[in-house]
């Protein structure tokens, strides 16, 4: 990827030296590397059939000691050192097992009522908030979030009795979405909000929408995020956003999302586009993208200025559009 927007490694090894990743290469202290275009080295940290996930520890780069939970099946993005240790035959079973139990599809569609409901909640929260508004133009030219924004929006966070879900869903999401469940119990209460469809696995742990993160208190979060962006995006209609994605082979078909990532930079963009060099397809997305989608931005998210310079947008799911 560029230098000016991401880290890089110039002197990583090539993928000879690896073989892809598997199931018996789940080993505590196993040292691999991610199938992305910069080949992010990661270090096995435990493997959890009862969970049928596995965790590892990013080893460089800007989420460098970041620790991500991901599902079994995930193993495959991975590669892994020709000559590192291998688990047991019965360990391997075990998590196939897992593998299994856990590969069910959820699916929930949208309800009408659901969706005005959820839409007239978003309005009321909306007439409500008083915001600051900072200079936006400059700020998103810059890639820099707005120190004032962060502000407001954790006290209208903290007013609404969401922060600490506020904390945990951009802690998980800046870093990986995949990791964990938390942005996948978010995904399940917006299909029932009404504001877009499920499409995925089940919950490999039910408690994820129970207590603290029930579906109430999500729904309240995700209900007071969209309340912030309409004020903050008020009297515009659209913002224009950018996408890049580079694959080692065909592009695949678009994969359907119910929080879908995008940049308000063209470079940031043309730094995925740019790919590495195993890349032999690449695609750049540019679109005006109606402001109702908007959950999330840098300019108000301080977690999305802690480690990288981005310029993120975070949109909900549109099931129609094929590359936003």
């Known amino acids: 990827m560029a230098g000016a927007v991401y880290a890089s490694d110039p002197n990583a090894a090539p993928d000879s030296e690896f073989v892809p990743g598997e199931l018996r290469h789940l080993v505590v202290g196993n040292r691999g590397r991610l199938l992305d275009a910069r080949r992010t080295p990661v270090t096995i940290t435990a493997a959890d059939p009862e969970r049928g996930a596995f965790e590892l520890e990013i080893g460089a780069f800007e989420d460098a000691g970041a620790r991500w939970e991901l599902p079994l099946e995930d ?11 291998v688990a047991s035959a019965d360990v391997v079973a075990e998590l196939e097992r897992a593998v299994v139990r856990f590969d069910r599809e959820l699916v929930i569609d949208c309800d009408s009522s659901s ?12 007439l409500e908030l008083r915001l600051e508004i900072a200079e936006l133009a400059a700020r998103v030219d810059a890639r820099e979030g707005d120190p004032r924004l962060y502000a407001q929006l954790e006290e209208v966070m903290a007013a609404r009795g969401v922060a600490d879900l506020e904390r ?9 979405p995949r990791s964990g469940e938390f942005v996948k119990g978010h995904a399940i209460v917006l299909a029932e909000l009404g504001l877009c469809p499920y499409r995925g696995r089940i919950l490999r742990d039910p408690s994820e929408l129970e207590g603290p993160v029930s579906k109430e208190r999500r729904a309240d979060h995700l209900v007071a995020r969209l309340a912030f962006s309409a004020a903050l995006w ?7 956003l950018y996408r890049g994605a580079a694959v080692e082979g065909p592009l695949p078909q678009p994969a359907f999302s119910s929080f879908v990532s995008a940049t308000f930079s063209r470079e940031v963009a043309e730094a995925h586009f ?21 959950l999330m931005t840098f300019l108000e998210t301080r977690e999305m200025n802690r480690r990288f310079s981005e310029g993120e947008a975070v949109l909900i799911g549109d099931p129609g559009n094929r590359a936003f």
Do not use: K, M, Y
């Not at 945990?168 to 990986?176: G, I, K």
């Not at 740019?274 to 109702?292: D, I, K, M, N, S």
């Open 75 to 85: 193993i495959g993005r991975f590669q892994f050192a020709r000559d590192c240790r």
């Open 115 to 126: 969706r005005e409901a959820t839409l007239r909640r978003i309005e009321r929260e909306r």
């Open 168 to 176: 945990e869903f951009t802690t998980t999401f800046v870093s990986n």
């Open 234 to 240: 008020a009297g515009r209609d659209t913002v224009t």
């Open 274 to 294: 740019e790919g590495g060099p195993t890349t032999r397809t690449a695609v750049l997305w540019r679109q005006h993208v109606p402001v109702t989608r908007l």
